[in-house]
């Protein structure tokens, strides 16, 4: 029984919760001393994942470290963006003032608007406009911000309801989890776990968050009935009954928050039944407030767990006294409590929906509608930025069809002015929802209902959603009159083969030579010329020829009407896939850059970028390729296009970068990519080369990346040029695991391939791969296929010769019987020399692996400790663990010390001996017999042998001894030793 009790309205005791509170501790050290930490700490509504933060917060302000706090808003993902960023960036600025922002005051607006209005005298000279900011941009700011913050103590960001987050939000987060730029900040995120159905947008986004190193979560789930015991007598101030404690953990199920609330209601417990549901029980305590003050929060609830004073008095249009009256009622009844701003927030936001969902419809509608009219009139109400999607939410909820229609065309505007691309997908995908509900809809936004969709088609695919936009262009083009308008039809279907494309579903080309059969009977003019020329881009990886035909009619066009700019990077990368002619197409790259650069046209600009540092990669110029993807990358971010046309740049960037040898920069580029997560295949070629490189330095994550890329192959239409590295991997993979069966069958399905032969970019790598697994496998039908291909195959560039090269030298183990020895040496002498001239340091380091291997079998011992000395050297610098271990390997086979200097033969002249018996194929007694000696002793002598050549079995060591050399008649004298 709780009746007569003196109810304290929340517990002060932290009960049950003191391994997670251990783990927050120990994640605060490890951010303290330079580890960036992330925690996501989830749990059902209620469960006292604010009671643990509070209790956190006080240690961390024990320990010395900043707090800065966020909350996320119920607006959804069509609301609000940034909104916790904002609440922690506002903190900044009070305790700081605008100097924190170390000049960047006009970016930072974005997120804080009210730094834009900040007196003139305390303001910085203006940096570029707000509406100019681009989104990748910002981003590094606030990392910027952070890690400026994190220097003199740890940092600590709490993101409070992280499932209310919107899309620009939780970008950002993972921004920060996986930039890692705060070397000194711990991350943490609140959500209910109740919330996440399997929709959730949240859902997926955790799960990528897991996959980051850093990053640990912590679950908190309810009390036991110990527990609630605990709570209760802390409420209670004594200790409750056994029968109250086991009603009311049986009705609370150890929920901390419902738990309080039937402890505050001060019902006897035990004696009346409380109202079962949710609902009921929040609402009990909302029932003993004075009428005046039950009306309040009414009117509070409309507006969001979360309301400004001045705004709910608008609202409310009661006298101050009457409102101050209510507030003051609600305040000590502990459902709404006061912050330092003048502001009010709910208790618990369960409070504010209980109380909202008990709101009459007539009574929902109205105080909505009156929340969109106060805010429309008066936007200061609410916090700078936050009107339009406050105004959008409001009249959709008030049922008002045809201002919801309106105030969501300006939220969604008002979204893409900040780069909040999700948020302006899913406002548009409102208007779609309203437009039938609303007669006069194309007059009221002054567009018909086509364009509504182009324009959520194009939100969508910059937001990465293009299974969505390809939904889209069906319904798009199921409206649009092709003979009306037929390149309006032929745009909407250059998306959607573009599209299908992207997504692997088909190469798309019906509906792109459908497009262009639209555009070539349309009218002539600058939009018709730019329908051709997006046909001709897109329908370069499926039919590069047909493709020239459609880019030389757009160019035509352009010319004659002088706006060719835009066109160029089209016309050139067609050329130089048609013809072959990169150089020819180099110098016209230069001349858009520099012709983009002066307008200031920012796609051409990267457009020319995104051809050049591919052009410039093919022909082996490495460092300035590099250089140009880097150039572009930039150029990407100003402008915010990072996601579609400069995902490109980056994984250019981290191409040229692996074949510099410069690894770690390349990772670091491919982790960029990853952070920014380009949908659909355009997210491959980063994937594709980072696997590789996991491979090649054999990192403990190497396997799931490759798994990942390699399951782009299941996917019903990849481009050529995406197929085939994805088929090199395959083989590659399977060596690396030494699978000999996977390997040759790897190397089959790559064989197999169509365009191998059309693309010697991509073919010859695929080549020396398979070339390298049949000599694993001994497989002379797979050696015999890589010749035929090899035989047809362009080698037009420095790589794709040292590639022919190689192949050469490797298919000459697999030559018949009688091949002189000399042929292989001077094969492998001739790849490493192609390599040398392509100056790409691992193929290098392969093929010296190669030639010390075939030197090692001609008595070549100088040049064999030559090359593995070089090879390790390479190894070393590229961090290639497994080619060290090779050379390191074959040293010790031959006889080299661990510097590669020739040294101490492996092997006695005893075992050498027997390794000529074991060659032969004798049996272990039968050595005995011939050498003299016991059984026992020739298994001894075998066992070593075994072991100093690091191979399985004597079968593998007889084939490796006739390969190396080993089984040539002993020197009369030692090998001579070089000066150290």
Known sequence: MLDGVTVRAAST???????????????????????????????????????????????????????????????????????????????????????????????????????????????????PALADTPRGYLFDLVAELFRRLAEDRPLVLVIEDLHWADRSTRDLIGFLVRAARATRLLVLCTYRTDELHRGHPLRPFLAELDRVRGVDRVELGRLDRDGTAAVLADLLGAEPSARAVDDVHDRTQGNPFFIEELAAAGSPVGCAALPETLRDLLLARVDRLPEPAQRVLRIAAAGGTRFAHRLLAEVAGLPEAELEDALRAAVAGQLVVADPEGDYEFRHALVREAVHDDLLPGEHARLHARYAAAIETQPHLVAAGRAPAEIAHHWYAAHDHPRALTAARVAAAAAADRYAYAEQSRLLERVLELWEQVPDAADRLGMDHLRVLEETLTAAVTAGDLSRALTLTRAALAEVDSAAEPLRAAGLLDHRGRLLALLGKSDGAPELREAYRLAVGAPGGPARIGVLADIAAHLMKVDPREAAVVAAEAITGASEAGTDLVLLPTRIAVRHRVDGTPERGLAELRRVEARARAAGDSWALVSALVFLSDVLYELGRYAESEQAAAAGVTEARRVGISRSIGAYLLSNRAEALIALGRWDEADATCAEAARIDPPGVSGLHWLQLRAGLRLARAHPAAD???????????????????????????????????????????????????????????????????????????????????????????TRHPAERAHAAQVAALLTGLLPEGEEPGEALGAWRAAVAAWRAAGQPYPLGRALLGLAEVAAAAGERDEVAAAVRETVELA???????????????????????????????????????????????????????????????????????????????????????RLGLLDPPSTAPAPRRAR
């Open 13 to 127: 005791v932290l009960v049950g919760r003191q391994p997670e509170l251990a783990a927050l501790r120990v994640a605060l050290a490890r951010a303290g001393g330079g580890d960036p930490t992330t925690v996501l700490v989830g749990g059902e509504a209620g469960v006292g994942k604010t009671r643990l933060l509070e209790e956190f917060g006080g240690h961390v302000a024990a320990a010395g470290a900043r707090l800065l706090v966020g909350q996320c808003l119920e607006l959804g993902e069509a609301g609000l963006p940034f909104a916790p960023f904002a609440a922690a960036l506002r903190d900044v600025l009070r305790h700081d003032g605008p100097a924190a922002f170390a000049g960047y005051e006009a970016e930072f607006a974005r997120l804080l608007p009210e730094l834009a209005r900040m007196p003139a005298g305390a303001a910085v000279p203006a940096g």
């Open 876 to 962: 070393a610098r590229l961090g290639a663990t497994p080619l060290g271990e090779q050379a390191a390997t074959l040293a010790r086979r031959v006889g080299l010390r661990g510097t590669g200097r020739p040294g101490p033969d492996l092997l006695t002249n005893r075992e050498q001996e027997v390794l000529r018996l074991v060659a032969e194929g004798h049996s272990n007694s039968r050595i005995a017999e011939r050498l003299f000696i016991s059984p026992k002793t020739a298994s001894v002598h075998v066992s070593r042998i075994i072991a100093k050549l690091d191979v399985t079995n004597r079968v593998e060591a007889a084939a490796l001894a006739h």
């Open 704 to 794: 799931e990346l490759v798994g990942r890329a390699l399951a782009f192959l299941g996917r019903p239409y990849l481009w050529p040029n995406h197929r085939l590295p994805l088929h090199e991997l395959r083989v590659e993979a399977a060596l690396a695991a030494d699978d000999k069966p996977e390997a040759v069958r790897a190397a089959r399905a790559a064989l197999a391939d169509t365009h191998l032969v059309d693309l010697p970019r991509e073919g010859w790598p695929v080549l020396s791969a398979a070339a390298r697994a049949a000599v694993l496998a001994g497989d002379r039908t797979v050696a015999a296929e890589v010749a035929a291909a090899a035989a047809v195959l362009p």
